[in-house]
């Protein structure tokens, strides 16, 4: 079982940034789409964006596009989530997994996910 493993969570005053990490060791991920997640306590699981294969196709959800921005580190095998212009309902716990498509969007990628993270926590305080 492959597992993912997230990084970069923290405090962080709203309007300010932070930048998750998502690697795994033993697998590339550069040869699978990837989506980022959040889940707010007693919330579902929120599907963020996903990054295709090749990096070229991002998809976000309504709720981060325009403040969230999500890239390959191909030669470090990482995938990133670049959290801008933060806002206190952004307080969750961020995780990334393996999809296997991107198409179809973000709002049903939950349904497409293997080889999930155990997550990181991000805060962001008003």
């Known amino acids: 079982q492959v597992q993912l493993v997230e990084s970069g969570g923290g405090l962080v005053h709203a309007g300010g940034s932070l930048r998750l990490s998502c690697a795994a060791s033993g697998v590339t991920l550069n040869n699978y789409a990837i989506g980022w997640f959040r889940q707010a306590p007693g919330k579902e699981r929120e599907g963020l964006s996903c990054i295709s294969t090749s990096g070229t196709s991002i998809y976000y959800a309504d709720s981060v596009k325009g403040r969230f921005t999500t890239s390959r580190d191909k030669a470090a095998n990482t995938v990133h989530l670049q959290m801008d212009s933060t806002r206190p309902e952004d307080t969750a716990i961020y995780y990334c997994?393996?999809?296997?498509?991107?198409?179809?969007?973000?709002?049903?990628?939950?349904?497409?996910?293997?080889?999930w993270g155990q997550g990181t926590q991000v805060t962001v305080s008003s």
């Open positions: 997994a393996r999809i296997n498509t991107c198409a179809g969007g973000v709002a049903t990628m939950i349904a497409r996910s293997l080889w």
